[in-house]
């Protein structure tokens, strides 16, 4: 059985959008990330900076 991430994205890309995200903040939030993946943990989708609903888009016109 090949080994695979248990969360979703990977921890590196987790930690690359934490960090452009929130800079140093980021950092800790990459770190905690780390300190997660364990074997007990139940991994899954964890994204660093929330996904915005098709309800927010920038182009809206409000009168």
């Known amino acids: 059985m090949a080994p695979r991430c248990k969360y ?3 921890c590196s890309q987790y930690a690359v959008d934490a960090i452009s995200a929130y800079g140093v903040k980021g950092v800790v939030m990459a770190a905690w990330r780390l300190l997660r ?8 989708v964890d994204y660093a900076v929330p996904k915005l609903s098709s309800s927010h888009t920038t182009n809206e016109v409000h009168a």
């Open 8 to 10: 979703y994205p990977s």
């Open 37 to 44: 993946c364990n074997p007990w943990s139940h991994g899954g």
